[in-house]
């Protein structure tokens, strides 16, 4: 057995020496030296069941990952809820790709993904529309309540859980999620334990108007880091209370936080369920001040490095939609691109422009007229992941690609634009 330092439990131990199988004894190993390597002093019980997984492309290179799958399921282990997992990488139908492209991503990249997706069926999958980074969603039901512990990873998702839902759920990694799904078990750190939710950031927020909740949670998240902000006078702007369309501004809010920098929990004044309940007692005693406003705000959009090259030239390939867009954000696009080419008297959108969503919303979306009407203006709607779209080499050589996604650019070379500047490219009205 090997040498661990937390306490755990005699059935724990048993797990731990092999008396359940050598595979659980392998998932208990790696739990334990992940917790001890945090100074974890406990397994503490999984209290929402339902896990989300981060590794949802079958990349031919993986060859690790697809072999311990295989002895999970051979050992006949599943996770102890059922789980849902990032968004699929392609979908030829509504993102369509020419030969080449298909021949990379087909043979070069996600050459395992019929075998990885058959391998997650057989773990514990919620069920084929399972594939989405918003699980939290009202439409999919992965959605834990205030204070349950999680077994997640996919950071906007953490964040998310932690910050709007008042979960408790650490920033893991791929295979340690499922692995805690499987044990029902997590290392109890960092953000398990209450004093570790405190904030070490007042962040100030002194605009003039609305912040665009991307530039917000990219300014955040590249100064506090993986440290806990606390966010004063956003309420003025977004209100207290957690409307669909004030969770879908924090979904992208959160989102910028966790990939600008490594925030995998904020509280928002008045607003998140924390901050509503301790108020400023969330603040450590020695918190640090960061003021955001207008000029701030325009400092950090000015900084974002525009990776195409020729920086004067137009958008070919857009994607809105990562994280996955809410119902009513969807609703609002189709609405904007209508009424913006009626405005400028043209029949369809500027560039290809791909819209992402869960696949329970999309299917909630497509049984609407506004669906016809989305498609109309040239746009498609599909469930992918925008970025691992964007990591084929040939795509973003044949593409000049575009999003308002902070996540996206700083991920890819994909060009950042706010959302009205996007909105007046696609539907020509820049430069009348
Ligand atoms: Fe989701 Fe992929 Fe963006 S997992 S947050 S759509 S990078």
Redesign the pocket.
Known sequence: MIDYKMELTPEQIDILSGKQGETLQKVMETVVLFGDIFGAKRLVPVTYKDAHL?T?FGLGVLKPLYATMDQLIEAGLKTQGKFTV??RPIDYENVKCNILEKFVFNKKMYSEQAKYEDQLHKIGLKDKNGF???CYYKEVGNRPAKGDVLTWA????VVFANSVLGAKCNRNSGMLELFGAILGLVPEFGFLIDENRKAHWKVIVKTTKKPLPQILGSAIGMKCMEDVPYVVGLDQWIGTELTDDVEGYLKDFG?ATA?NGAVGLYHIENLTPEAKEQGETLLRADYKEYIIDDAELERVYLNYPIMWKDTSAKPQLVFI????LTYNQLCDWTDKFVAGLKSTGKKKLTARTVL?TTPDVADKFRATAKYQELLSTGATLSS?????YTNNPICMMLHRVATN?N??RT?SKARYYKDDELLNILVGKEGK
Do not use: N, R, W
């Not at 996919?154 to 998702?157: C, K, M, N, Y």
């Not at 939609?321 to 996955?324: A, I, Q, R, S």
């Not at 992918?384 to 691992?388: H, K, T």
């Open positions: 981060v949802s990032d968004p989405t980074c918003t996919e950071s906007s998702a989102a990939s939609g990562c994280p996955h992402t992918i992941c925008p970025l691992m996604s996540k996206l991920y």
